[in-house]
Every structure is written in structure tokens, then in C-alpha cells.
């Protein structure tokens, strides 16, 4: 018999029991339904709402329940409607009359709105601290590779030089807009909406300040409407889960194309790659793979909630029961995600050899050629189309701008001088690239240092320490 049959005059229909159902995903925060009953049977046993020995008895029972859930000797009974009154049930049942006093002053509303945020704000932090670690390994992978020179794209044509470490760097600067995402969204996720009870509060002289320090939230919710039907924390999270994935999916696709035989800018360690069932040479990125397809559905994720939010009048709507499964999806997929690819990417080799040959290739050195010129005194535009000129007679040729002859230069233009093959060889046109981050080795080191030490200052200000 469901606790809140009293008004009706029939069971519910086994089938719609099923369908109403969600204790088969939200068991997964017993803890925080525990948490956060054990904080408001003590405030209410504070309070004199309920006898102090009634609340210390639930409590205990509360606790006996969290034991046996993680030892395994308490099972879910996946027949109940919800998480909240599976475990209300099982502590009537162990302590009696004492556990149907535990819903004083409280309502599901409020109660799941309490759960999912503690849920959330957990899930948030391994979220920070995994994300971290990626930017951690980036920052050292980029310290590594001040030197090492690829081209670097527009349009997937090669464009200009770079190194292997500033292109790791833009993925790290990526990660930091991250962290801070998820550092924000956890400041609004940080509000207790216990009280709220279905959404008009309650006329018991509830002590809300006293269950949020016990929770260890740092604020409030000010509105008892809005504290049962807020789920901005929700697609706040879902969003920057859904950029960090979008993250992930661009860096995925660029080391798919590294990896191929095309490129072979990088090899994957064989614990991190797969094979062909009938192709025998393959070695497949499909940790890669798998992260660009999963993005779409964390992208999915957020869409869901959103659409869900779109329509709902104030307060409470069951409609709000199908936050869970999208948000939880998002949580588990970026974390499954971040640490596949946190391995992958600490073991895989880097070829410098031929990042440098494919760096030789393309004129990837005309626009230093055309600002040499500027240097001589030759306006942009004119140094530009000179430069054109050249590659054009190089392709003629079948040559590169190193290797053209100076003769050729100063046939289409007397300014150039023999100085010209150090301005364009690859190494000083990297080297002298040192504005503020650019693809010098010296900016990219001070872009580390930079990164590190916004870091630190990130790590100490986030909201839960």
C-alpha cells in the first residue's frame, strides 16, 4: 500500500505503478536521501516539532539503513514508487511509530529538490577534480614540447607553424573556461530548498538555517515556489557538461587524424586502441571515436531538460521526475569519458620527426616571407602579392621557399638579401612568434606558468573549499 493511498479507493494499476516509478535511477542518491533526513529529523528534534527521543531514534535507524545499503545486506524493492519512500518504509518498519514522525514538516517536493542537489554537488566536484587532471597533464605534455614544430591549420590547410605545445595549450585554456563553468554552476547548485515542503512552507517553526549548516550548504532558498521547482541548477550543469564534451570531441578528432597513416603525427599505446575483426593491420583510435559519438548524447542531455523546463507552470510538476535520468546520463557519460581519455592521452608517443617534415610542406613559412619584406620597408600588401608571386613559382618549379634560389627572390623583388633563409626557416619563425600567446617556446613557457598559477588561485576560491 503506497503512504499516500488514504484518498483513494483502489491500488494503483501494476502497469502505471511501473511507469510512475523512478526508485530503478534515483536509488543511486540513498545517501543523500539519508543525509538529508538525518539533518531534518535532528532539527526537528531541536526544534520540539518532534520528541528528542524520537529523533535520535530515527537518526540511529537512518544510519543502520546507510550501513546495510553499502554493505549489500539491505536490498533496493524495486517495486517501490521512489527512493524517499523505500527508505521511509524500511525505517517504519525497524523502529515503528518513531519513523512515521521523519516527514514532519516535509514534503517529496521539497526532499527530491534536496537530494538531487547534494547528488549534484558531489558529482560536481569529482567532475572539477578529473577535469584538473586533464589540464594538469596537458600543461606538462606542452612543457615537453616547446620545441617541437607542426603546422598548424585554418580550414585543415596548413597555414602556419606552430609547436606541439601551444596546440596543447589551447586545449588546456579550453579546460580552464571549464573548470570555471562548473565552479559557477556549483555557487547556484549550493542552495538548500528543504522547507519549501510542497510549496507554500510550512506553519512548524522550522530552523532552515540549522539543516543547511548540517547539509553544509551555504545559502537558502528564498522563495518556497521556486525552492521545489528550480532545476536551473540542472541545465546549468547539463550546459557545461555538454562544452566540455564539445571540448573533448574536437581534441578526439584531431588525434584521429594524428593517428592516421596520412598524418602519423602520434601513435596511441596499444592498451588504448583496438583492431579490425577481418582487417589485420588496424589500429583503431576508438576511445576517440566513441568520446565524438557520445558527445551528441550528453548534447542530448541538455536539450531534454531544457525542453522538459519550457512549459511547466509553478510549483511542483511530475514532469520534473525526468530531470534525473538526463542529468545523470550527463554526469556519467563526461566522467567515463574523462577518464578513458586521461590515460590515452598520458601514454601516447609523440612523432616529432614527422610533425617537423609536415611543417616543411605547404609554404607554411610565406606569410614570415611577406613580413620579411615589410621589415625592408615594403608595404604589407605589396610584400603580400610578392609572396604569392613566389609560391606560385615555387609550385612551378616543384620547389620550396627554402630551396629557392636568392636569384629567383630578387629577380621579383630587389629587397631580398641572403638574411632572407634564416627569417624563413621554420625554427626562427617559430621562435620569434613571442607575442603574448603566441607559439614562441618562450611564450608558451610563460603560458604555462600562467595557467598554473590561475589554476592554484581557481583550486583555492572554488566554492567548496
Not at 614544430?149 to 605545445?165: D, L
Not at 586502441?273 to 577481418?278: D, L, P
Request: one cysteine or more; proline letters at 3%; hydrophobic letters at 40%.
Amino acid at each position: 500500500m503506497k503512504m499516500w493511498s488514504g484518498r483513494f479507493s483502489k491500488e494503483l494499476d501494476a502497469g502505471i505503478n511501473d511507469f510512475n516509478s523512478s526508485i530503478s535511477f534515483d536509488h543511486v542518491m540513498f545517501r543523500e536521501d539519508i543525509a538529508g533526513s538525518i539533518a531534518h529529523a535532528t532539527m526537528l528534534g531541536a526544534q520540539g516539532i518532534i520528541p528528542a527521543a524520537d529523533a535520535e531514534s530515527i537518526v540511529a535507524g537512518l544510519n543502520g539503513i546507510l550501513q546495510d545499503l553499502e554493505s549489500g545486506s539491505l536490498s533496493f524493492d524495486w517495486q517501490a514508487e521512489d527512493i524517499h519512500m523505500f527508505i521511509e518504509q524500511v525505517l517504519t518498519e525497524r523502529i515503528g511509530d518513531a519513523g512515521k514522525r521523519l516527514h514532519t514538516a516535509r514534503s517529496r517536493n521539497d526532499q527530491v529538490a534536496l537530494d538531487l542537489r547534494l547528488y549534484l554537488k558531489k558529482q560536481t566536484r569529482e567532475l572539477y577534480d578529473l577535469l584538473h587532471r586533464l589540464t594538469e597533464l596537458l600543461a606538462g605534455k606542452a612543457s615537453e614540447h616547446l620545441d617541437t614544430v607542426m603546422p598548424g591549420y585554418t580550414h585543415m590547410q596548413v597555414a602556419q607553424p606552430v609547436t606541439f605545445g601551444h596546440h596543447l595549450m589551447a586545449y588546456a585554456q579550453m579546460f580552464m573556461r571549464d573548470l570555471g563553468r562548473l565552479s559557477d554552476c556549483y555557487q547556484r547548485m549550493d542552495v538548500m530548498p528543504l522547507g519549501s515542503c510542497a510549496l507554500a512552507g510550512t506553519t512548524y517553526p522550522l530552523d532552515r538555517t540549522m539543516t543547511a549548516k548540517l547539509l553544509g550548504f551555504s545559502a537558502i532558498s528564498q522563495n518556497s515556489l521556486d525552492g521545489v521547482s528550480d532545476r536551473d541548477f540542472c541545465v546549468e550543469l547539463a550546459s557545461a557538461l555538454s562544452l566540455i564534451m564539445t571540448h573533448l570531441s574536437r581534441f578526439s578528432e584531431e588525434i584521429i587524424l594524428w593517428c592516421s597513416s596520412e598524418f602519423s603525427f602520434i601513435e596511441l599505446d596499444d592498451a588504448f586502441a583496438t583492431g579490425s575483426s577481418i582487417m589485420p593491420q588496424k589500429k583503431n583510435p576508438d576511445i576517440c571515436e566513441l568520446i565524438r559519438g557520445k558527445t551528441g548524447r550528453v548534447n542530448g542531455d541538455l536539450v531534454h531538460l531544457l525542453t522538459m523546463l519550457k512549459g511547466l507552470p509553478l510549483a511542483y510538476n511530475k514532469d520534473l521526475q525526468e530531470d534525473k535520468e538526463a542529468i545523470f546520463d550527463s554526469v556519467e557519460t563526461v566522467k567515463l569519458c574523462l577518464s578513458a581519455f586521461l590515460p590515452m592521452l598520458e601514454t601516447m608517443t609523440v612523432k616529432k620527426d614527422r610533425m617537423r617534415a609536415a611543417a616543411s610542406k605547404g609554404f607554411i613559412n610565406a606569410t614570415d616571407c611577406a613580413d620579411y619584406l615589410v621589415r625592408k620597408g615594403i608595404p604589407f600588401r605589396e610584400a603580400y602579392q610578392i609572396t604569392g608571386w613566389l609560391v606560385k613559382l615555387c609550385i612551378e618549379r616543384n620547389c620550396t621557399l627554402e630551396t629557392l634560389p636568392l636569384q629567383s627572390y630578387q629577380m621579383l623583388c630587389p629587397a631580398f638579401a641572403a638574411d632572407l633563409y634564416r627569417a624563413i626557416d621554420l625554427t626562427t619563425c617559430v621562435e620569434q612568434r613571442t607575442v603574448t600567446g603566441g607559439p614562441a617556446p618562450a611564450a608558451v613557457a610563460s603560458q604555462i606558468q600562467e595557467l598554473k598559477s590561475r589554476l592554484a588561485a581557481h583550486d583555492a576560491a572554488t566554492p567548496w573549499n
